[in-house]
């Protein structure tokens, strides 16, 4: 088995693969146009991915929106390399570097397909919230560290 690595995607090639997996599993099959898949703070929050030897395989973003409380955002794991405890492992980490900077809750939008991923994991479902691209119901939810 190769090694598992969960990295600050740092390099132009690691930052380039970062948003490529953002883009390809959260964006483009809903037609979304390439740059849907980034926001105006990117550089405020923190970014972390997976990585199987040479193989990125999953992306997700920590957002800091109060002094306690912070948000998981694109968070996504290749099709091929789901339900294999990748998704799991990459929200230890963003769970673990939120407590290392105070954050006491974590919230996140869960697409419905997603909700039982992190009621795996102690997220609770607050509140069914807006439809993304018209199709694609999400589910706003929280976890207390």
């Known amino acids: 088995m190769e090694k598992i690595e969960i990295i600050t995607p740092l390099s132009k090639l690691e930052i ?18 390439y740059g849907s898949e980034r926001d105006s703070i990117e550089d405020k929050c923190v970014h972390r991915m997976i990585k199987i030897g040479d193989n990125y395989i999953g992306v997700s973003r920590l957002q800091y929106n109060t002094k306690s409380q912070a948000q998981i955002r694109y968070m996504a794991i290749k099709k091929k390399y789901q339900m294999k405890g990748f998704g799991k492992i990459l ?3 963003m769970e673990s570097i939120a407590k290392e900077n105070g954050i006491s809750e974590i919230i996140l939008q869960s697409r419905e ?11 609770k479902i607050i509140d069914k919230t807006h439809l993304l691209f018209d199709e694609i119901q999400h589910f706003l939810m929280r976890k207390y560290l």
């Open 16 to 33: 380039k693969k970062y948003y490529q997996i953002r883009f390809e599993e959260l964006r483009k099959a809903w037609k979304q146009p």
């Open 91 to 93: 929200i230890m980490d």
């Open 113 to 123: 397909s997603a909700v039982q991923f992190y009621l795996n994991l102690n997220y």
